[in-house]
């Protein structure tokens, strides 16, 4: 494993990054649910879901880094066999033919990213965070070179979706797009100290057709990151450094999940509106 001296950036094969012990987005997400969560998704890694797998190569054609994407061999087959041993080592991603002819139909109508921003795609960042210590890494899928004309530096992340694109802030509500937004952008000021101003952007594609695609953005005053996922970056590093410290196991954490009292139904006044179908009487 290629030594890492704190903070830097490199450029990082995904087998090798996924590796590293440092703690990333995904886990500090599942250790906001719940230490159980965090617990169960380190011990029960889903590298290979097809879902995953049709990510990884479509960030693999889009970006123009990572492996081969192919149409998956028979692997009882002499070529079959080799394809498969390629896909052992991440040098190849093998996809169902199904999949493969869709992305391929995908990839003619994708972003192309360097006329988004010129830049470097797949870049890893390391620092440690000053407050509890701990070791944070990160995987920028387009690092542009500089910033924009109003010295403002964007990362940005490509993204596919089932859904219409137009519909994103519902996914980014969904699955803590924000926190992913602020931890990189808080990451790559600790790496190069930049101290302008900041913002994440989403490059969401359809994975139906027409495939269209739009970006959308967080910058780093508005209140979904400064209010919100600011502070639950801030708790979940916190309560990860208690875990770490006290040296409590994965097992040990698997017993902390939900609360497990009986917790009251109370619907918001939107869904009240809906339910009663009187604005004026709900109003009231």
């Known amino acids: 494993m290629t030594e890492i001296k704190y903070p830097c950036m490199i450029d990082m094969p995904d087998k090798e990054y996924f ?21 169960w998704k380190k011990l029960h890694h889903d590298y290979d879901s097809p879902a995953l797998q049709f990510g990884k190569a479509a960030h693999s ?19 079959g066999k080799l394809q498969a041993k390629h896909c052992e080592t991440e040098e190849t991603v093998a996809l169902s033919k199904t999949d493969y002819e869709r992305l391929m139909e995908m990839t003619d109508y994708a972003p192309d990213m360097s006329k988004l921003a010129e830049g470097k795609p797949e870049i890893a960042l390391f620092a440690t965070d000053p407050t509890t210590g701990l070791h944070l890494k990160g995987k920028i899928d387009w690092l542009p070179d500089m ?18 694109a137009t519909d994103f802030t ?20 600790l790496v190069t100290d ?14 139906e057709v027409p495939y269209d695609w739009m970006v959308w953005e967080f910058k780093d005053t508005d209140p979904e990151i400064t209010q919100v996922a600011e502070q639950q970056i801030d708790k979940a590093l916190n309560g990860l450094k208690f875990y770490i410290d006290n040296d409590i ?15 009251p139904i109370r619907f918001t006044d939107w869904q009240m509106n809906h339910l009663i179908g009187d604005d004026e009487q709900w109003r009231m």
Do not use: C
């Not at 590796?19 to 617990?39: C, G, M, V």
């Open 19 to 39: 590796k590293h012990p440092a703690i990333d987005q995904t886990s500090l997400k599942n250790f906001i649910t719940s230490p159980r969560e965090y617990a």
């Open 61 to 79: 054609l889009v970006l123009g880094s990572g492996p081969t994407v192919e149409e998956r061999l028979d692997w009882r087959t002499k070529e």
């Open 147 to 164: 910033p924009d004309m109003e010295n403002t530096m964007w990362l940005y992340d490509y993204k596919t979706t089932g859904h219409d």
């Open 170 to 189: 519902g996914s980014a509500y969904k699955f803590g797009y924000h926190i992913q937004a602020a931890f990189y952008m808080r990451l790559y000021r």
């Open 194 to 207: 930049w101290q302008g101003r900041m913002g994440f952007r989403f490059v969401v594609q359809e994975k």
């Open 249 to 263: 196991p994965l097992s040990d954490m698997l017993r902390l999940g939900h609360p497990k009292m009986p917790t």
